[in-house]
């Protein structure tokens, strides 16, 4: 800076002394203090990247794998291990995209990917079969910068129903597209398919054998399955991730294949902006997992952007009071992940547990499963 006080200085001192040498314009004080000023911010990187750093947010990335009867005494050692392994996955690779300086949205698709592609959650590869032993899956993502939203609801061919998502949102003029149509979107923008056996899952198949007979939907990480067969294996599901870039930016993105046994064509909280799916840079992003008849009708995610916009709660104050009480007066068993434009985090759920995790600028992945851990 002392630079442009000599410029300054030196504009002074010309502007009593016209110029020594009569050569030069008269406007050539004003050009080298301009030309001084813009060498501070060009050629001096050090100082570009100091005040660079102090204007930059510190980037967040939170994900969740499904709410539900999550018990460690039905859990095997093993299956733990597998489960935390992925989870881990998921955030080094979504908050790699957030430490390069990457988006928010580029992250929240890229950790849901990961999951999407591992049979042991509810979305993409491995999930819930319907009535008719189909897979219908439904994703959503929000840019919390521009509240721009994509979705899709009931589509079986896509590999990553999240990536489809995204390609509603940045390559239509449209927030949710269902079933063949999605599907023809996405081949016409070169999403990628596959096979039904490519999505087929043994222990998703006998979970819907288990329910068949009966006419209940169930929630993939739900014990009910088991008191009606007195099954002990449950798998769980659904998965979500929020974030925070460095430039301040929310995202928020969900994905699943919904509840076994649902029936005509039935849809979920997950696409529905505002129920499964919210972000807003000036309230929060939020990814539900549950009992999603329950989140529409409570209009979870919004609820919780709503509190903190019209009311002034804190994102954690916001969370709890839409999952633990809200959701629980109403009968909706499951739980949500909000992240706020500060970095905040909440992970509230009224059920057993919540595979979940998070991982913020010392670069370590939490992950958590029960109540306590
Ligand atoms: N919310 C999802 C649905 O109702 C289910 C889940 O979260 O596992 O489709």
Redesign the pocket.
């Known amino acids: 800076m002392h630079q442009s006080y000599i410029s300054v200085s030196y504009i002074l001192y010309q502007a009593k002394n016209p110029p020594f040498n009569s050569n030069l314009p008269s406007s050539a004080p004003v050009i080298l203090f301009f030309v001084n000023f813009r060498s501070e911010i060009y050629l001096n990187p050090f100082r570009k990247n100091l005040s660079m750093k102090k204007n930059e947010t510190k980037p967040v990335l939170v994900i969740h794998g499904?709410a539900g009867t999550i018990l460690k005494k039905s859990m095997t050692p093993e299956k733990e291990k597998a489960y935390r392994a992925v989870l881990n996955e998921s955030l080094k690779k979504g908050y790699s995209i957030l430490s390069k300086g990457g988006t928010a949205k580029d992250a929240v698709e890229a950790a849901i990917r990961v999951m999407e592609d591992s049979p042991l959650f509810?979305a993409g590869k491995g999930a819930v079969f319907t009535h008719d032993g189909k897979n219908e899956m439904?994703a959503a993502i929000m840019d919390g910068s521009n509240l721009m939203a994509g979705a899709v609801a009931g589509v079986s061919t896509i590999k990553n129903p999240v990536t489809a998502a995204r390609a509603v949102m940045e390559k239509s003029e449209h927030v949710l597209m269902v079933g063949k149509g999605a599907e023809q979107f996405c081949e016409k923008n070169k999403i990628k398919t596959e096979k039904a056996s490519y999505f087929f899952d043994q222990v998703r198949w006998d979970q819907l054998q288990s329910i068949k007979g009966t006419e209940k939907t169930q929630?993939?990480?739900s014990d009910k399955i088991e008191k009606i067969k007195k099954k002990t294996d449950s798998k769980f599901?659904?998965v979500g991730a929020v974030a925070l870039d460095k430039s301040g930016n929310l995202a928020a993105a969900t994905s699943?294949g919904?509840?076994t046994n649902k029936k005509f064509g039935r849809v979920?909280?997950?696409p529905i902006i505002g129920a499964?799916t919210y972000a807003n840079n000036k309230t929060c992003a939020v990814s539900?997992?549950?009992?999603?008849e329950f989140?529409i009708r409570a209009v979870v995610a919004y609820d919780v952007s709503s509190l903190m916009e019209y009311k002034g709660l804190k994102v954690k104050k916001a969370a709890e009071k839409v999952v633990m009480k809200k959701l629980v007066k109403l009968g909706g068993e499951?739980g949500l992940i909000a992240l706020d434009a500060k970095g905040n985090i909440a992970m509230p759920f009224n059920s057993e547990g919540m595979y979940r995790g998070y991982i913020k600028s010392d670069k370590i992945a939490h992950v958590m499963i029960y109540k306590e851990n």
């Open positions: 499904g509810n439904d929630m993939d990480h599901g659904t699943t919904g509840m979920g909280d997950c499964g539900a997992t549950g009992h999603g989140f499951g």
